[in-house]
């Protein structure tokens, strides 16, 4: 908080105003104590000012903080911030408001949760596969402008393309000869299949949240140094920034299965690569080694490790904006073990 508020809070303080922090490690029930009686102390030794108290929605249930910092003598307005449960009574975007839900309680409605926004959006276009397609792309392009700003980086000038479902034989005559080896025509996959290097995806179906923070990742991939890397660990790399960004948006995304990733890239039987050792693959490819694999157990092996390495990633302590910076501008060459074993931090 301290941190995304900064210049409000400095400037704040410079004219006069009292900043405190009420944090405490504890149960939610602590918490609220803990800051309902840091509340009554500074404001018995600064009687008559206004307070701003910014806590989670959680706390700000009638029963939590309001009722302890109402037993302490406050008056407290309650305001909920684009509460998500009220935002689904709405079937369409109802623009920026102001409710009134009783006992001191309001709901500013300004941004959209990410997930409701999506949702809306694509639902809008209906079930056409290419409007689902274009509303993904304008979604895909707005995520990737704001990945690249939250990194200090200039916004990335191409544009990625979504292949609707219908459009898989198309898709694969773009592939590299490897991969295009690897996933036969006939049946498409069933998971979405991102270019190795182009700013493209094709997807089976209208891309879910995880899906499209991957494609914006993959955006600024396409225009970086370690887009370039056609070898089997920088494609792991390339793969690990995707995946990184939608643990870090969703913290509940768990790594793939390796035998859910093989049956849903290779629906035939026939072409399924074994999906067990690829522990072995992992460690050499920490040593820097290429090893030669079947096309198709190349392209498990990229998918799997890469977003395992991508979970490991988000909860790395390394992992801040310099280090994201540097892993785009070399290649993914100073991703080291420690990132990689890093577990991952509780949201």
Known sequence: LAEAYRPVLESLARRGGRVAGAWIDGPPTARDEAAAAR??????????????????????????????LRRRGAQPTVLHQSPEPVWEQFPDWPGEAVLDLGRGHWAWLHCPPLGHWVGTLQELRGDDPESAAEAAEELVEELAGRFAGLLGMVEPAARLSVW????????????PDEMRKALVEDPPPARPV????????????PPGLNHLAEAGAHVLVCESELGRRASLHGRICARAFRRLWAALLNPFLAAPSPDRVA????????HRPRSHGLQGLQEAWIRGEDPWLSPARRLLAIEVLGARAGHALAGA???????????????????????????????
């Not at 801040?320 to 931090?345: D, K, M, P, Y």
Request: hydrophobic share 45%.
């Open 263 to 270: 049956r849903e890239l290779f629906p035939a039987a026939s």
């Open 39 to 68: 509340w009554a102390e500074l404001a018995a030794a600064d009687a008559g000012r206004p307070w701003v108290l910014h806590f989670g929605d959680w706390h700000l249930a009638d029963a939590h903080l309001p009722r302890l």
């Open 317 to 347: 302590e390394s992992s801040g904006h310099v280090f994201l910076r540097r892993f785009l501008r070399t290649g993914g060459r100073s991703l080291g073990w420690r990132e990689l074993t890093a577990t991952i931090r509780a949201a």
């Open 194 to 205: 991102f270019h190795p290097r182009l700013p493209a995806m094709w997807a089976p179906e």
């Open 164 to 175: 609707p479902a219908d459009q898989w034989t198309g898709f694969r005559a773009t592939l």
